[in-house]
């Protein structure tokens, strides 16, 4: 399966047109599309399947839980798939069977080791700040992002470990946050503030065969080694993030990239 990957558009202030690309089966938006939500209608009647998670920015200045579900109801009438703790099965041109899974798999702040937790943390309340969300009434404040980031870390880890009701010929991860540091951006490194971009899901990594992720505002397209005896030999980890264009984060951004599965 061919697919194309988009995320970190930030359409409510990026001046960019997405276009199908030819010969792509599948279109994925990995997050922070638009926080205003209405760059989502650009992506009605793509002439492919699109799959999407959301991002952080989707849920900016909103209560987190009615967003989730407006953004649900919002896409769903564009014709865009919105998953958040579920999985769905495609099948390509050539007759193959792909397992998707898909969580925005917020950060849990353990990607420094649960020692530097704590610093993490703190760094992350920046972000959320600057997020202004709620939650129940209350801030959707760091705390708040590790509570749901671990829900959504034991979710995909079962679903990962238990075998589908049909076999397939792959198993594709998709999620906003990265699930390594090795897709940390290489502008600020292994900082506390990384922690807010990535998990330490490298031991979820061999049991699938594609990660999809955005988040970072740069890009990344790299493979992940197993020992001998992991289900996969390997697991390819690709992020295809625009990110701001002010900032030059978009130079050398190629939105015609297609990822093969």
Not at 132 to 141: M, N, Y
Not at 193 to 219: E, K, Q, V, Y
Request: with cysteine.
């Amino acid at each position: 399966m061919r697919i194309q990957l988009l995320s970190d558009l930030h359409l409510e202030s990026e001046d960019f047109e997405p276009q199908p690309q030819p010969g792509a089966e599948l279109l994925v938006l990995a997050g922070d599309i638009d926080s205003s939500w209405h760059g989502y209608a650009r992506f009605a009647g793509w002439p492919v399947p699109v799959l999407a998670v959301a991002g952080n920015h989707e849920f900016d200045g909103r209560d987190f839980d009615e967003a989730a579900a407006a953004l649900r109801l919002h896409c769903a009438r564009l014709g865009i798939r919105l998953l958040e703790r579920e999985s769905v099965e495609l099948e390509d041109d050539q007759g193959r069977r792909v397992r998707f899974h898909g969580t925005a798999r917020w950060c849990d702040f353990d990607a420094l080791g649960p020692a530097r937790r704590a610093r993490a943390l703190r760094a992350g309340a920046y972000f959320q700040r600057v997020m202004a969300a709620r939650r129940g009434g209350l801030p959707f404040d760091a705390a708040a992002v590790r509570a749901e980031a671990l829900v959504c870390g034991d979710w995909l880890a079962s679903v990962l470990a238990t075998p589908g009701a049909t076999p397939c010929a792959a198993t594709v991860v998709i999620t906003h946050f990265a699930p390594s540091l090795r897709s940390a951006d290489p502008r600020y490194g292994a900082s506390p503030s990384t922690a807010s971009f990535c998990n330490a899901d490298d031991g979820l990594l061999p049991l699938a065969d594609l990660w999809l992720h955005g988040h970072l505002h740069c890009r990344h397209d790299y493979r992940a080694l197993h020992p001998a005896g992991a289900p996969r030999s390997s697991t390819r980890i690709v992020s295809q993030a625009r990110g701001l264009a002010g900032k030059e984060e978009s130079a050398g951004y190629d939105a015609s990239k297609l990822i093969e599965v």
